[in-house]
């Protein structure tokens, strides 16, 4: 495989991995001092990250990830990837089941190490989320003056989360406010230069 090849489906591994559990396998998509920002991680993959969820995810309902073909961008022994993501996760909202589905792109600074690409750091950038019940016609009883005070870009991945009792900043990175975006990409240039 091409270099871009490899760390195509590194990246997507990753995702994978992560989805299905796979603690193991996800561990080894990093370097040891890989970093993630996300918005309930922030740190240390192995510390903060691989084998963790926020408070909202419940281990037991399903979370299912699609992805696109992600945009490489190589200089020698060093690349970043773009890669979009739509994310669902079923939740337990006030007692009963609600779907968020969330868009995000992920940027992965990926390195190769005595010839082989591991990553370096993700860092998610949330772009918008929706949510519904799992069955149509239940209301979710939305506290609409809580939903109104969230960030656009992660509404409803912040609700779900402050219902279970979790928390979450509004200063998250997330395309509702480019100056959280643009030092995500200021640093991946840095990064393959």
Known sequence: MSDIEEIS????WERQARGR???DELANCYWEDGTVTTSWSKGNARETFIGQ??????????????????????NG???YAELPSTTKHWVNLDGNIAIVE????LIYCVEKRNGEWKISDMSA???ADTIAPEIPGVDLHIDVKLAKSLRTSYRY?????????GKIGQDGIGSDKPETVKP????ANAWIK
């Open 9 to 12: 489906q590194l990246v997507l």
């Open 21 to 23: 559990g796979l603690d």
């Open 53 to 74: 969820r926020p408070v909202d995810y419940a281990t037991d309902l399903p979370l299912v990830g699609r992805y696109a073909a992600p945009i490489v961008h190589l």
């Open 77 to 79: 022994n060093r690349a």
């Open 102 to 105: 969330s868009f995000m792109r």
């Open 125 to 127: 950038i949330n772009e």
């Open 157 to 165: 991945l912040a609700y779900t989360r402050i219902k279970a009792g």
């Open 184 to 187: 995500v990409y200021d640093r």
